[in-house]
């Protein structure tokens, strides 16, 4: 649910001096949560207020960029506050989705120590994601690189495999090697614009790198990236939302999307940025495809970047169904 309207009437709640003014938040939960802005100056806060027995065993709390944590006591009500603060303005969109997404983890816990486990849980998931998301959103590239991940999950692999094994797949938001990862192939996923002399911008020398893995993949899909004609990355998530829905795998999905740096406070820089598909390619990597890979350098030398021409791939072109037949583990070797 979104807290717009509860912040806004906070903060033009009249309070001349210092203090906070507080509002109840899922008052049907057996869990004490608050919305909260300190005066003067209109911080906003998320709190949950707990016996002390819940935070006795508790000793580090996640923070991350922009945002606070803290634990204070409240001796006059015995209780204790965990809160979350926002003390970066550029922040704002963020910090929103992250007290939507904390306040509606902690909401059901059956008592105050699991209102504390979910709690630190969700701030630890929101932690690393606060070290990779901007305030401004997806850049262009990393937008078109999302598309692509997203068009290949809902066109072949959902198909195959299933939402559940389709997400637990997706590796790609949590900084794998490769953006799609099962035990029989792995597939790393690239997207273009434009349409002549494409090239695929390989972020390290272990993104083509077959060592240990059974059949590695390239997919390329060639956009052209158009205002108002096409699809938006929005609504590729929507439509991806849509094949998770009533599945067990529709929270790990939520999950990954933010992994990613996709967050819905975002959305309203995607809206205007459209994709139609000029032609998509798989590529089976192995002995000879252009590449640099950890054998190939030199002691001493790592964090490679580099460009593969797209025309070159093209003698390494496979079709689909060898590649969903790797993918399901019914195929065999090029």
């Keep these: 649910m979104s807290y717009a309207t509860e912040w806004t009437d906070l903060e033009r709640a009249g309070s001349n001096g210092a203090g906070r003014l507080v509002r109840r938040i899922h008052p049907d939960s057996a869990i004490d949560l608050f919305l909260a802005v300190t005066k ?108 692509a991940e997203l068009w290949l999950l809902r066109h072949h692999l959902v198909r195959l495999l299933g939402p559940e094994a389709t997400v637990l797949a997706w590796t790609g938001p949590d900084a794998a090697s490769h953006d799609f990862e099962l035990p029989s192939a792995a597939i790393e996923v690239k997207a273009t614009a434009g349409k002549q002399h494409q090239v695929l911008r390989i972020a390290s020398e272990r993104q083509l790198d077959d060592t240990g893995v059974a059949a590695l993949f390239l997919f390329h899909l ?45 959305e309203p820089r995607y809206r205007h940025t459209a994709y139609t598909v000029r032609e998509f390619n798989f590529f089976q990597v192995g002995e000879g495809f252009p590449r640099i890979t950890e054998a190939n350098l030199l002691p001493g030398v790592g964090d490679v970047r580099y460009s593969v021409a797209v025309a070159e791939c093209k003698h390494w072109r496979v079709g689909p169904e060898l590649v969903m037949a790797s993918v399901a583990g019914t195929g065999a070797d090029r």
Excluded at 61 to 76: F, M, V, Y
Excluded at 250 to 255: G, H
């Design 40 to 147: 003067p100056g209109n911080r906003r806060v998320l709190t949950l207020s707990v016996r002390p027995e819940a935070v006795e065993q508790l000793d580090d709390l996640p923070s991350g960029k922009g945002i606070e944590a803290t634990l204070r006591a409240a001796p006059d009500e015995g209780r204790m506050h965990l809160e979350l603060g926002l003390v970066d303005t550029s922040c704002t969109d963020i910090f929103a989705a992250l007290v939507e997404d904390v306040a509606g983890a902690v909401a059901p816990a059956p008592d105050d120590r699991a209102a504390v486990a979910a709690w630190i849980a969700r701030l630890r998931r929101w932690q690393r994601l606060l070290e990779h998301l901007s305030p401004d959103g997806l850049s262009g590239e990393r937008q078109r690189g999302l598309y």
């Design 222 to 266: 060639s956009l052209d990236v158009r205002h108002g004609e096409g699809e938006t990355l929005i609504q590729a998530v929507s439509a991806s939302r849509e094949l998770m829905a009533d599945t067990s795998a529709a929270a790990t999905f939520e999950d990954r999307l933010l992994a990613a740096g996709y967050s819905s406070p975002h």
